[in-house]
């Protein structure tokens, strides 16, 4: 066909395939939108490729978003989810009949991927993005109350100026370094301390007093 000697309509194709192929792992639409991806890409795969090789690009292709869903469902760190985008541009770049071609093709991910964000405005969101949500949400509450709890057993504690505070500075508790903060006063380094107020993270401290 005539259309698919136009460089641009690599742009258009890849842009159309990747925005529901995303789109349909971040909302839930049953499936309709992987069936529109996979049409749009499969078109394009078949236009410039011979069927062994179109194959190949499929499952390269696919990869990518299977590690981008991986990434976002177990690791959230983002190394898989650049290891899969850069194996999805491949995929549709290497069988560009030219670099024009390739770089629409490039863009046509890229921007696909960007809109398929616009879907999570518009419908139902994945519930197994909300579940990560929460678990992240909980998972950061759970460490902040482990944190606080472990320096509310500091208060009345005893230790030892690390370092000249001025009011700020570090102290040693047991075997333990912790930053802390005098009542507007200067303590030398080395001096006896007594912890008397905790405040979150926050260690007020004073001069131990011999009795």
């Known amino acids: 066909m005539e259309i698919f000697s136009q460089e641009w309509i690599a742009l258009v194709i890849t842009g159309l395939g990747t925005l529901f192929l995303l789109g349909e792992v971040l909302v839930n639409m049953r499936g309709i939108f992987a069936l529109l991806g996979i049409g749009f890409i499969t078109v394009y795969f078949s236009v410039y490729l011979e069927t062994d090789s179109l194959i190949l690009m499929l499952i390269i292709y696919f990869i990518g978003i299977l590690l981008i869903i ?56 994945r519930d197994m993005w909300n579940k990560i949500t929460l678990k992240d949400q909980l998972t950061s509450e759970a460490g902040y109350n482990s944190i606080n709890k472990e320096y509310r057993t500091l208060l009345n504690q005893e230790g030892i100026t690390l370092n000249d505070m001025r009011p700020v500075g570090t102290i040693r508790i047991g075997s333990r370094d912790y930053s802390a903060v005098s009542n507007g006063q200067w303590i030398p380094k080395g001096t006896e301390i007594m912890v008397m107020q905790v405040d979150g993270t926050k260690i007020l401290v004073e001069p131990k007093r011999n009795s």
Request: aromatic share 8%.
């Open 70 to 125: 991986i990434d976002g469902k177990v690791l959230n760190d983002g190394t898989l989810a650049v290891i899969g985008t850069a194996s999805m541009l491949a995929s549709v770049a290497l069988p560009a009949p030219n670099f024009a071609a390739g770089l629409y093709a490039v863009l046509g991910v890229l921007l696909g991927a960007g809109g398929s964000l616009f879907f999570l405005k518009v419908f139902k969101r």
